[in-house]
């Protein structure tokens, strides 16, 4: 089953299962508009993305019921469970879900040591993202270049993220 973390006046809350996800959409607590995270995303998402359209969130919105419903969980967890989990988790910060967060790393010098050193991998080793630089080394400057194009446009797309995961974006 997921754990999903969602965003609740702007407030990490979970980890919930997809039917109390419901129950809270169909309740009002939640909107499809409220940001949600799950182990293996890289950053917050809407519940309306297709990320959790395909887990069934939102499908059918259930109707409360009078008392709360726990999630069954069949591995019980420790403590340290949840201290790991939200260490990974991407900070959602105090603008709210609606807003991306922008990384500290600056949208001009990561496109400009695309475009000349790309092949060298050296924009990726700027953002943190020490194992894929050296991949583009080792695969003769991303299979002949085409890497480092494509990182290029994601760029100036505004789509490029660094190693945590936030956008870089000017």
Not at 53 to 62: Q, R
């Amino acid at each position: 089953m997921s754990n999903l973390f969602l965003n609740l006046n702007n407030e990490q809350k979970g980890p919930f299962g997809v039917d109390q996800v419901n129950q809270m959409l169909a309740s009002g607590e939640a909107t499809i508009e409220t940001s949600a995270w799950m182990e293996g995303m890289e950053g917050w998402e809407p519940l309306s993305s297709a990320t959790f359209s395909a887990l069934g969130v939102g499908a059918e919105a259930k109707q409360p019921s009078p008392e709360p419903v726990a999630s069954p969980d069949p591995a019980p967890q420790t403590d340290a469970e949840p201290q790991e989990t939200a260490a990974a988790q991407p900070s959602l910060g105090t603008e709210g879900a609606a807003e991306i967060q922008k990384s500290e790393k600056g949208f001009l010098p990561t496109l400009l040591l695309c475009f000349f050193l790309g092949g060298l991998g050296v924009h990726r080793f700027y953002v943190g993202k020490i194992g894929t630089g050296v991949a583009i080394i080792l695969t003769l400057g991303g299979g002949f270049g085409i890497w480092p194009l494509i990182d290029f446009v994601m760029i100036l797309l505004g789509k490029f993220t660094d190693k945590q995961g936030l956008v870089v974006k000017s």
